[in-house]
């Protein structure tokens, strides 16, 4: 079930209505069409980057079906929920909207073992009829062990995984692994991206690019054309690194609030005086991002 999907992928942020914990979807509708202006080769919509888990069944089955139908990029869902019928509920709602495919992590905030996890992703996949991509993010939910990993994804019911682990052995071994069989390697880490590419990976789902489109997606072209991305590499872990002052990925939206978007309130308020220190630093860099990028 090797994934026709590559490239610069974007992982989204999810605006919010300005009170109560609802999605803004005018807001995402606008976003919509900054990214797809930038060139993304598609888009992941309730993902880490999109704080899925602030947000009822109903309200993200919704949101990922408009998207889904207004886009004109391949839009997957993440279908993640604290148990296997929430997600497979989610995964049929994305898979009758028309969405390309659906990621699902494993069930998060209580620690399951190995083979617990083994056997959610299997009956998930039994249950649910469009391509999965395995969503590794061992910093918010449980690690999904390489040899696992492989273990699914060589079984052909899996599409593909995304590596969030940012770690190179983690991505070296899964792409070592998908040489002989056919599933697709996303790496969720900006930092290692282009390297990652030079190994062959398939792309990446990056929550930067929700922001910086055109950065990620100059990283991703001159990469695949074998030119030096080192200049690219270099803007983009000076915006990771600024937002490390926020819980993620408040520095995101952030951003996006400086570009012009209203991304609505954060989960929790920030410190006023790291915000405005932000604001100013982004204001001032993004036009050197924007020289380099075109």
């Known amino acids: 079930m090797n994934s026709p999907i590559q490239g610069a992928i974007v992982a989204s942020i999810t605006p919010r209505r300005p009170s109560g914990v609802a999605i803004d979807t005018a807001a995402g509708l606008d976003l919509l069409d900054f990214l797809e202006s930038h060139g993304v080769d598609g888009i992941v919509l309730l993902g880490s980057t999109g704080e899925f888990l602030h947000f009822d069944l109903e309200d993200r089955a919704r949101f990922a079906g408009l998207i889904s139908k207004r886009s004109r990029v391949p839009v997957l869902v993440n279908v993640s929920h604290s148990t296997l019928d929430g997600a497979v509920t989610l995964a049929r709602a994305a898979s009758d909207s028309g969405a390309a495919g659906v990621l699902v992590m494993p069930p998060y905030y209580f620690r399951y073992s190995p083979e617990t996890l083994r056997a959610f992703f299997m009956e998930f996949a039994a249950q649910v009829k469009i391509p999965i991509y395995i969503y590794n993010i061992p910093q918010f939910t449980n690690d999904v062990p390489v040899s696992i990993a492989v273990d699914l994804l060589s079984a052909g019911n899996f599409a593909g995984i995304k590596d969030s682990s940012g770690t190179w052995e983690t991505f070296d071994a899964l792409q070592q692994a998908s040489a002989n069989q056919a599933f697709s390697v996303f790496v969720g880490s900006e930092r290692i991206y282009s390297r990652a590419l030079a190994a062959g990976a ?54 996006l609030a400086v570009r012009g978007f209203d991304t609505g309130p954060h989960a929790v308020p920030l410190a006023s005086k790291a915000a405005r220190e932000f604001s100013v630093w982004f204001r001032e860099w993004l036009p050197d991002v924007e020289r380099a990028c075109s």
């Not at 590499?233 to 951003?255: H, Y």
């Open 202 to 255: 398939a792309g990446t789902i990056s929550g930067v690019a929700s922001v910086l489109p055109e950065l990620i997606v100059a990283i991703d072209r001159r990469a695949r054309a074998g030119r030096s991305t080192a200049d690219l590499d270099r803007f983009a872990t000076e915006f990771l690194d600024r937002t490390l002052c926020f819980p993620f990925p408040c520095g995101i939206r952030e951003a």
